[in-house]
């Protein structure tokens, strides 16, 4: 009796690397904390007296979960800096990151709601959006030191959203996949 390998059964190994072994990896760094940055102000004062900051949004056990809870409080908008209601937070990029502090999906913030960015497909394009964040960083170093603060700031508001791409390699495909399957709201 001949035994024919059947197109639909893959071998153990292949199986362990591809899919066992990535996820117990991932599963290493959790929980996964959710950031938001933006710019904080006072009441009265204008853009270019706010300051950057990053807000911790709190933590969540799936990239899933974590887009959920992200884009609820986007929506709602509820972030805020401190307790003080005279401070309000202009939200402009939602980060979710695992307990090492890779990216794991990142996105810009629009109309209340979150545009997350498909995460970059390799390592050389990953080079590429360093290089180009870096000469935009450059700029804002440059635009600081001339005292122009709004401009420096939206240099590196565009630093960051380019560096929205930049997914840790162990949660690229992952964050792809997230971004083909559209989640319920």
């Known amino acids: 009796m001949i035994h024919s390998?059947?197109?639909?059964?893959?071998?153990?190994?292949?199986?362990?690397?591809?899919?066992?072994l990535p996820r117990l990896?991932?599963?290493?760094?959790?929980?996964?904390?959710?950031s938001c940055i933006g710019t904080a102000s006072y009441d009265g004062c204008d853009e270019a007296d706010g300051?950057?900051?990053?807000?911790?949004?709190?933590?969540?056990?799936?990239?899933e979960e974590a887009m959920t809870v992200a884009?609820?409080?986007?929506?709602?908008?509820?972030?805020?800096?401190?307790?003080?209601?005279?401070?309000?937070?202009?939200?402009?990029?939602?980060?979710?990151?695992?307990c090492d502090q890779g990216v794991v999906l990142a996105g810009t913030i629009r109309a209340g709601i979150i545009l997350w960015q498909q995460p970059v497909a390799s390592d050389a394009e990953a080079r590429?959006?360093?290089?180009?964040?870096?000469k935009?960083?450059?700029?804002?170093?440059?635009?600081?030191?001339r005292g122009e603060h709004g401009p420096a700031r939206e240099y590196r508001y565009r630093a960051a959203q380019l560096e929205a791409r930049l997914v840790d390699a162990l949660w690229r495909?992952?964050?792809?996949?997230?971004?083909?399957?559209?989640?319920?709201?």
């Not at 950057?52 to 990239?63: A, F, H, L, N, T």
């Not at 590429?128 to 870096?134: K, L, M, N, Q």
């Not at 992952?174 to 399957?181: G, P």
């Open 128 to 134: 590429h959006v360093v290089t180009e964040a870096s």
């Open 51 to 63: 300051f950057d900051r990053i807000v911790v949004i709190g933590e969540s056990p799936s990239p």
């Open 25 to 34: 990896h991932r599963a290493q760094k959790l929980p996964l904390r959710i």
């Open 71 to 98: 884009s609820r409080r986007v929506a709602q908008g509820d972030i805020r800096v401190s307790a003080d209601d005279m401070l309000r937070f202009r939200p402009r990029i939602m980060v979710i990151q695992d």
């Open 173 to 185: 495909e992952t964050a792809a996949e997230l971004l083909r399957v559209p989640l319920a709201a």
């Open 136 to 145: 935009l960083r450059g700029a804002a170093f440059a635009a600081s030191g």
């Open 5 to 20: 390998r059947h197109a639909g059964f893959a071998p153990i190994g292949q199986i362990l690397a591809q899919h066992v």
